[in-house]
Structure formats: C-alpha cells, structure tokens
C-alpha cells in the first residue's frame, strides 16, 4: 500500500478480483428485477460480508458493495462519492491492470453515468470501497450506502450482506508462480 | 420463460400434446407434437417426438456475467412460479429429482440471524427458480436451465421456539415410535428443510450449493437425502412415479388443485363433506411435511414371483390397477373373492391397510426413489445385502399430521404386508409455511 492511496489487493478482496466478469450491458435480461430510485434505478446490490463462517484470512477491516445501477434521472450523472454508517472511509474505486498485477485504487472523477445507461459495480471491476469499518457485517444484514452526485444530490441503497470467500484461502502457490516479492502477497 | 406446464399438467392424458399446441400455436414449435394430440400410440410418438420437439435450442442468459448460454425449450427453460400464495414444490407437478436437506440451526442464530436467513435463502430461491444465478453466484450458467426448478422450506420446532412458539402447531412433533422403525440419526429430525426439485440435476446440483452457502452462516447440515423419479421425457408428464419395487407409487393422491387436495393438503373448504377432521391449517396456506425414509429390501423381494408381489400391494405392477380392476385409478373392490373364496386384495395388503374410510384421514404424497452405495452383506439394517441400498424417500403433505398421516402409519405399522420388505430408518416432520411476495420472504409471519 503506498501513498498514492494505490491499493495492493489484499486478502480480503483478491476473490473479488478472481471472480470478475464482463461489463456488458446485459440490462435486457435482467432489467425487470430493478427497484426504481430517485436517480438510478438499481439491481443486485450486495456488500461483501466481513463474518464469514468458513475459516479464511478475510480482513474485517474493509470490504467492498457492488450493484448495478440504471440512470432513470433523464440527464446525465456522475457519482463522486459515498458514505456509510459503518465505515470511517468509503471510496469509489477502480480496478486497473498494472504489469499483470491488479490495483485498486480510486476513481478519478468517480463513476459516470450518462442517462439511460447501465453502470456495473461488480468484484474486480469499480466497486464501492468501505475501509476502517466501526462494524461487523454479517452475511444477511443489510447495509445503507448513500451515492453521492455530483449535482449535490444523493440516493441510499440498501445493500444485503453475502459470504464471498472467493480463492482467498491459499495463495502460497499463486505467490510462487508469480515469484511476487512479499509485498506482492495475495495479488493477482 | 414459459410456465405453461402447470396448467397443462393438470390434464394428464393432454400434458405433452397440449403443450404441442401452446407452443405451435406461438410460433415457436413446429407442428411435431400436434399430431400426438390426434392419437397417442407409440407409433405417433416415435414418429412426433423427433428431436427438436422437447429441446429446441435457445439462447439464454442467467445472469449478470451476460454470458450466453444455449438450454433446450421448453424441458430446461420450463419454470414454475416462485412467488405466490402458497410455496411450489409441494402441489405443483413433480420432477425428476428431488434433494432434501435437514439443518440443525447454530446456537447463536436467533430470531433477527434467522429471518436474516430466510430473506437470503428466499432470494437464492426466488432467482434460480427462474433460471438466474443467485446474488453474487460465481457460477451462473449452472441456473440456466432451470427445468422446473422448486425450493421449499419447512420449519421444524426449533424454529417456533426461538421465533413464535405460539404459532407452532401442535402435531409439530416426532412421529409416535413405531415397532417397525429402525431409525438412523443420519436421517431423523432436523430445525429446518430444504427441498429442492427439479428435472435437470444440474440446476438442481447448483440451487443446492448456493442455498447451503447461503444457509452456513446459520445452520449446520443434518442430513441430505437425494432421490429421483423417471426423466420428465420418457413418461407422459404426471405419470404416478414407480418405486424401486417396480410398484406405481401415489397412485391414490388426491387430484392437485380438486376440492379434495384443497382440502387434504391445504385444510381449505370441505372436500365432499363427508369427511370427519376438523382440518385447520396452522396458517394459511401452510401444510405439512412429513419425510419418512423407507429402507427396500429390493434383493429379498426378488424371492417374491410377480403374482405375490402383486399380492402384497393389492395392485398390479404394470398399470397399478387394483387386482380387482382394469386401471390405474379404478376403485379397489374390498369384497371381491377370488375362485379359494378368499379376498382377491388380502386383509393385509397395502392397498387396503392404507385405505381409509374417512376422505379426510389422507395425504398428498410426493416421494423420490433413492438408490446408494451397497453396504456390506449382514448389516443389520434390511436391504443392505452387499448389491443394493434402495428405497424411498417418502414425502407427504398433509394439512394436519396427527389427524391425518397418524391413524394411517398406525395401522400400516400394526399389519401390512409390504412391512416384511421395507424398514423406516429416518423420519422428520415440517411446518411448511406460506409462500411469499417479491417484498416478502419464506417464514415472515414467524418474525412478525
């Protein structure tokens, strides 16, 4: 982790990334399970649970909320930012692919999102980031997360709790394939 | 996603042809299976059911990886309703496979965890149902083809005592012990459980996997059982399942959605009236679940030739007719004799030990067949002989167990003949609750 607020994906979050899938708008398909909002109308938001009842090496100290979002506004928006009870810090992050290595780290400008289009958060693309978290979050509960726009506006949603352990158990083979230096752990 | 199974399968003989119809008529199935509908023999058959008619190839896509995925229409796209007054799985049309799964709840899942519980496992339900992956499902493409998928919840006591001990029924209970019963802990009891149906084990494979994901958290697995009947296309939709015995199984189920099986299974209006219960549900739109494992004894009743076999039952085995009729679903004649002047259906076959005079002293049976691992020769429980571990996983729903499935256990386990070949070695009752709105989920009255 280094000053640039770069982040080296760590434990709790490597399944996240593993687990990645396309950005294509696939809002045909699924759109009829949106629940309109004031700005977006959303679909699927869950945050990543930090109780997890199989015996992994998960941080409690920060976890990640995806969903995806549908501008329903008329006009164009861009999420900058966003808040929550349970965490001291909450950024809005991207995944970018840096010499084979994936990095989280903010997103300049935020999230985008032109009216009547589709914008995914998903595990190992931009997500939700909460960090220094006062709570646990247990699979089940549901956590209220407030988007921040860049019109001074802001939409709640409310995001259920899942277990979500990805690979995250063992990486001492990846670690070797990758003859990643220490620092590198549990990236990949 | 078409669901018109279910109003299809409700007219037996014009399941599969009507469907034909339905389909032909929208424009997306040739005439193939009309014919069948001009004449079913198995010449038309062979001749309609050409491939194509059962699995035309359709794009489908499960989830939010957007990736395609080619199922065949309509036997893997077909879906049934997870959302409505009354949970699926428990009426509505049978298939191939059916899972259940008992869980003993943790300690410290109290009231709040648990409906925390039910509102995960009702989502996983709600979505792979209808052929979408779960909520953060990894792999997607395994709901694809939901083939009729069904998930059912039921609620053993535990549940009532750390939510709503007031709402628990009273027959919510283990069933009386019976002399017969060689129960087996790996089989018996349970907080709550899971049944997961399907005609495609694979979708059923994933519900599974995701619902117990979902569920560890909060329980522990107790047991799991898994059964089959035939594949839903080699036998006209609704055709009563046969058990490993070769014996046509659930032959006397009351007809679904009849006035007779509102009755039996739901406790609603009066059947014919002249039945004797006085049959509440213990909530609306519940039932309940009884789940009894049969242990056959498939390689002793090979000692049996046909005619005996027939003789324990009280019915053929190839139509299921009642030895004193022609089908199915004639009428058994208790009085008949046959030419030695003794009934043609003994005093203790099955057929009429199980027979109740009472319309209402019935259940609505669901069962599976299970076929396992053999254990070794000179186990002491029966039908382990080293070649086959067979048997039944025997479900039935009632809206009442003591007043309906009791007396009828009873007199099974004091005389039937079949008892010589069968052994109950596990045993579970469930409160089967209501089933919900998308705003809802399974069991929300519990946590009013």
């Not at chain 1, 982040?7 to 990645?20: E, Y």
């Not at chain 2, 005079?357 to 599976?368: I, K, L, T, V, Y």
């Not at chain 2, 299970?370 to 020769?377: I, K, L, W």
């Not at chain 2, 386990?413 to 989920?441: K, M, R």
Request: glycine share 10%; aromatic share 6%.
């Amino acid at each position: 982790m280094n000053t640039t607020r770069h982040f080296i994906i760590t434990s709790a979050l490597a399944g996240l990334v593993l687990a990645g899938c396309g950005t294509a708008d696939s809002a045909e398909t699924t759109r009829d399970h949106a629940e309109d909002g004031e700005f977006f109308s959303v679909e699927d938001p869950w945050i990543k649970a930090t109780e997890e009842s199989l015996d992994t090496s998960s941080d409690h100290s920060m976890t990640g909320a995806f969903v995806h979002l549908t501008n329903v506004s008329g006009e164009d928006q861009t999420i900058i930012g966003a808040d929550a009870e349970i965490a001291e810090v909450v950024e809005l992050h991207e995944v970018v692919d840096d010499g084979g290595v994936n990095l989280m780290q903010e997103k300049e400008g935020g999230f985008p999102v032109a009216a009547d289009e589709r914008y995914e958060l998903n595990p190992g693309q931009d997500h939700i980031m909460l960090m220094d978290l006062t709570d646990d979050v247990n699979p089940g509960d549901r956590i209220e997360v407030t988007l921040e726009l860049a019109n001074g506006e802001t939409q709640v949603i409310d995001f259920v709790a899942k277990e979500y352990v990805g690979a995250q158990e063992n990486y001492g083979d990846l670690e070797h394939d990758h003859g990643d230096d220490a620092e590198h752990d549990h990236t990949h | 996603m078409t669901n018109n199974d279910i109003s299809a399968d409700k007219q037996p003989n014009q399941g599969v042809s009507r469907r034909g119809l339905l389909l032909g008529a929208g424009g997306i199935v040739g005439g193939g299976l009309v014919g069948a509908a001009a004449g079913y023999s198995v010449a038309s058959t062979a001749a309609t059911a050409a491939p194509g008619d059962l699995q035309q190839p359709v794009d489908v896509t499960p989830g939010v990886a957007n990736t395609q995925v080619t199922v065949s229409h309509p036997y893997g796209t077909d879906t049934i309703p997870f959302y409505g007054p009354r949970q699926a799985g428990v009426d509505t049309p049978q298939q191939a496979h059916g899972v259940y799964i008992g869980l003993t709840l943790k300690d410290d899942t109290d009231a709040e965890r648990l409906s925390s519980m039910m509102r995960l496992l009702t989502d996983d339900a709600a979505r792979l149902t209808q052929g979408r992956g779960a909520l953060a499902d990894l792999d997607e493409e395994l709901a694809a083809a939901p083939a009729r998928l069904t998930v059912t919840f039921g609620f053993g006591s535990e549940v009532f005592a750390r939510t709503r001990p007031e709402l628990k029924p009273a027959w919510l209970k283990p069933l009386p012990k019976y002399d017969i019963d060689q129960l087996d802990p790996a089989y018996t009891g349970g907080d709550i459980v899971i049944q997961v149906q399907g005609d495609d084990p694979l979708s059923v494979a994933h519900a599974r996997r995701m619902l117990l994901k979902d569920a560890r958290a909060f329980a522990t697995v107790a047991w799991v059982q898994n059964g089959f009947t035939h594949a839903r296309a080699t036998r006209p939709d609704n055709t009563t399942m046969r058990n490993l015995f070769g014996q046509i199984d659930g032959t006397g189920n009351p007809e679904p959605g009849s006035e007779h099986a509102e009755r039996i299974i739901w406790g609603v209006g009066q059947g014919d009236g002249s039945g004797s219960k006085n049959l509440q549900p213990w909530i609306e739109n519940g039932t309940s679940m009884v789940i009894r494992r049969i242990a056959m004894n498939v390689d002793e009743w090979d000692e049996l030739d046909r005619s005996a076999q027939e003789g324990v039952i009280g019915r053929t085995l190839g139509s299921g007719a009642p030895l004193t009729g022609q089908h199915e679903h004639d009428e058994p004649d208790f009085e008949a004799l046959g030419p030695s002047g003794f009934p043609v259906i003994s005093d203790i076959a099955h057929l009429r030990r199980a027979r109740s005079a009472d319309p209402d002293e019935a259940m609505f049976r669901r069962s599976f067949n299970y076929d396992e691992q053999p254990a070794t020769s000179g186990d002491s429980l029966h039908g382990q002989t080293g070649v086959s571990q067979s048997g039944l996983i025997f479900v039935a729903f009632q809206c009442d167990v003591d007043q309906q499935y009791t007396p009828i256990q009873d007199r099974l386990a004091e005389t039937d003949h079949l008892n010589l070949w069968t052994i109950p070695i596990g045993s579970a009752v469930f409160a089967v609750p209501p089933g919900c709105q998308p705003d809802g989920y399974i069991g929300e009255a519990l946590f009013a």
